[in-house]
């Protein structure tokens, strides 16, 4: 089973950024602990509600609920260029209306 996990592929990128909810920082304190994140490049994880800094130069990768409070954050997470990229994970899936709101957001800043 370990080496099953040590066969699977790492993210691409070197260092990311992971952003989370509540709820889904439930989720992966389950499944993975700091060694397996580190393993995987997450080196900093944040709860999406808290202040964050930019760090212009690293991607992001978001795991939360789809809520309008989220989509909020996260556009203007956006607009403000805190991150070097966005990878959105949302669960459950984000219903088409919160999609829509998120890309208007997006544009508009």
């Not at 439930?26 to 080196?43: C, F, H, Q, W, Y």
């Not at 669960?91 to 890309?103: D, F, G, N, V």
Request: some cysteine; proline content about 6%.
């Amino acid at each position: 089973r370990e080496a099953a996990a040590e066969a699977r592929p790492a993210w691409t990128d070197p260092w990311k950024v992971l952003v989370y909810d509540a709820h889904c920082r439930d989720i992966i304190s389950t499944l993975l602990n700091v060694g397996e994140l580190r393993k995987r490049g997450v080196t900093l994880h944040l709860l999406i509600d808290a202040a964050r800094e930019a760090i212009p130069d690293v991607p992001a990768v978001y795991l939360v609920q789809p809520t309008e409070s989220n989509v909020r954050r996260i556009a203007e997470d956006c607009a403000a260029g805190l991150y070097d990229a966005f990878h959105l994970n949302f669960t459950p899936a984000i219903p088409r209306t919160l999609l829509e709101m998120l890309a208007v957001q997006t544009l508009e800043s």
